[in-house]
């Protein structure tokens, strides 16, 4: 067995020193098989020489108490085994165990709850009817607090913190302890916040995501890409999914994840409607909004087109600060704008479309009046980080983005590869577009070290890459190539240094042209 690890090891480092590619590699060819069944939906398996174990894909039809029956009914399991596994990872204390769940309740009864819509409180009922039937009873409330803790796309335990130091968030809490008849955690809660979480490893706030098309790419088609970092080596890895959802009477949908987290962290819709987000939190925190990867859904569900994913998008509530990317494959032709960046907070969103004036921000540094240019918009693409250019999102951040920062040095990764590209006269296809989407996966976190270029053309050190998901898409050609993190410790591989498996769309949104 050793050996032929490290026999692995050798080809590893070999094809290294011989490419400055970043070593992602590209399965053409993984094989499906049918899992399980139940009514119109199915699971299927995904095998790729990529993965030890297979991903799953879920083909959920119906209506959306359907899907959400179809999915508890199937894999209740896995999704119950993905919650212990988040809330392990971000709480490694037994004891915070209860007044973390109590605060997830308690955000989704007060805030969460009220804007979304019906069709998903239905499918979450589903799911538990449906895990029942199944004959598992231990599900409880995990796919709601799923929703919950995957609406804080940062740090969860950083964030509650953040919300209860805040005195309103405090007694908010403390009233809904008492009616609960949960009083007795309240001691907990107290200690919870003088507790300094250094135990905490999940800093991981370094997502991204782009579209590009036009004069950019072959026959101008459309391209995304995604990197999500986020509960690095949590074990959620260990029930790769993903889902097509088909809800009865509005449009197809995938998303790509974990298994027990139903709303979309990126995905594209049978429309060709992309969307992905990162993280970017402002100072006004609060879930008091449309769950962010649930409006993600609605909006694949309900667009057709970029406007109205723009007016879906504009008539619903952001709940805390992140970047959002909105994108429409079909419309390279027709749409004025057919991407656009959204730089978000609570109450405000700006949208920035390829090569907008409002991106050029100039820095000047307080103490020497230095100027760095930081925004380098381009035309036919939209790309974003963590951080915002807009002036309003600017003021209200926790920490504005400054030259050299992690952020802003990923944001100029995009800018650099897409200048490469046109440089070398190499219109982006699918090899480019993973390259792009690899190359801003962060490779080696540690932090404070970006002022070389290697954590991102580099693996050497694939394990402390945060990102858990890689994904780039290619709607005009039926193809999404998808990453994901894979194994534990020193030899777990982040998403942008593993295998993109290639997952034709055909089979599951029928030929999109
Ligand atoms: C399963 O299929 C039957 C027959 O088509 C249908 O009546 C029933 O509503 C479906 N149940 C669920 C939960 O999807
Ligand atoms: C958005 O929030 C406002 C209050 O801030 C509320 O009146 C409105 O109903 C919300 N919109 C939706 C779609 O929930
Ligand atoms: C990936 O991008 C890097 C840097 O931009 C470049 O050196 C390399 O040739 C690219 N690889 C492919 C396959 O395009
Ligand atoms: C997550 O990544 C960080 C940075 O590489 C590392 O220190 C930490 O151990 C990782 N956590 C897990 C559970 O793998
Ligand atoms: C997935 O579900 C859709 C809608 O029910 C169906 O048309 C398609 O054939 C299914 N795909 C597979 C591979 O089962
Ligand atoms: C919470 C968070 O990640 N906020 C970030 C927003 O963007 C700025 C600029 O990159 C960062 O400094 C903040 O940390």
């Known amino acids: ?201 999940h800093k991981g706030l370094q997502c991204s995501h782009f579209s590009t098309w036009g004069s950019k790419t072959l026959n101008q088609d459309m391209f995304n890409g995604r990197n999500l970092d986020w509960l690095n080596g949590s074990g959620i890895s260990n029930n790769k999914l993903i889902t097509f959802y088909h809800p009865q009477g509005q449009y197809s949908h995938a998303s790509i994840g974990f298994a027990g987290l139903i709303g979309a962290i990126t995905g594209i819709s049978s429309k060709g409607i992309f969307v992905a987000e990162s993280d970017n939190d402002s100072v006004k925190v609060t879930f008091d909004g449309f769950a962010w990867s649930m409006r993600l859904r609605y909006i694949m569900e309900n667009a057709a087109t970029i406007d109205e994913a723009v007016s879906l998008w504009e008539s619903t509530n952001n709940t805390m600060g992140m970047c959002h990317s909105l994108a429409s494959a079909t419309e390279v032709q027709t749409a004025q704008y057919p991407a656009y960046a959204l730089e978000t907070m609570k109450g405000y969103t700006a949208f920035f479309y390829d090569n907008d004036p409002n991106e050029h921000f100039t820095y000047s540094d307080p103490k020497t009046g230095a100027q760095t240019q930081m925004g380098y918009p381009m035309k036919d693409a939209v790309y974003r980080t963590n951080h915002g250019y807009d002036e309003t999102i600017r003021k209200y951040e926790w920490e504005p983005s400054i030259p050299n920062d992690d952020s802003w040095t990923r944001y100029m990764l995009f800018y650099t590869s897409f200048s490469y590209y046109e440089n070398a006269d190499i219109s982006i296809s699918d090899l480019e577009a993973i390259n792009i989407t690899s190359i801003l996966g962060n490779k080696h976190s540690i932090q404070n070290t970006y002022t070389t270029s290697e954590p991102f053309y580099d693996c050497t050190n694939a394990w402390m890459g945060y990102n858990i998901v890689s994904a780039t898409y290619h709607f005009a050609a039926n193809k999404m190539f998808v990453a994901f993190e894979e194994g534990f410790g020193q030899q777990r591989v982040c998403a942008a240094c593993g295998t993109y498996v290639e997952v034709d769309l055909s089979p599951w949104f029928g030929l999109n042209n």
């Open 1 to 201: 067995m050793n050996k032929i690890y490290t026999f692995l090891f050798l080809i590893f480092n070999v094809a290294l020193v011989f490419s400055t590619t970043p070593t992602f590699k590209v399965d053409n060819s993984p094989s499906l098989s049918l899992y399980k069944q139940y009514n119109q939906s199915q699971l299927y398996y995904l095998s790729s020489s990529g993965y030890e174990k297979p991903i799953i894909i879920a083909n959920l039809t119906g209506t959306h108490y359907e899907m959400g029956f179809a999915a508890g009914y199937m894999m209740a399991q896995e999704a119950y085994d993905n919650y212990n596994m988040m809330v392990g990872a971000v709480l490694p204390k037994w004891y915070e165990k209860d007044v973390f769940e109590a605060f997830l309740d308690w955000q989704w009864k007060s805030y969460l709850s009220k804007q979304i819509t019906q069709n998903y409180l239905d499918e979450i009922r589903g799911y538990g009817d449906g895990a029942k039937a199944s004959g598992f009873t231990k599900l409880g409330d995990t796919i709601i607090r799923g929703v919950v803790i995957s609406s804080f796309p940062g740090n969860p335990t950083e964030n509650i913190k953040y919300l209860l130091e805040d005195e309103m968030g405090l007694e908010e809490f403390s009233k809904y302890l008492m009616e609960e008849g949960k009083e007795s955690l309240l001691e907990f809660v107290k200690e919870m916040l003088v507790s300094d979480l250094e135990h905490n490893h």
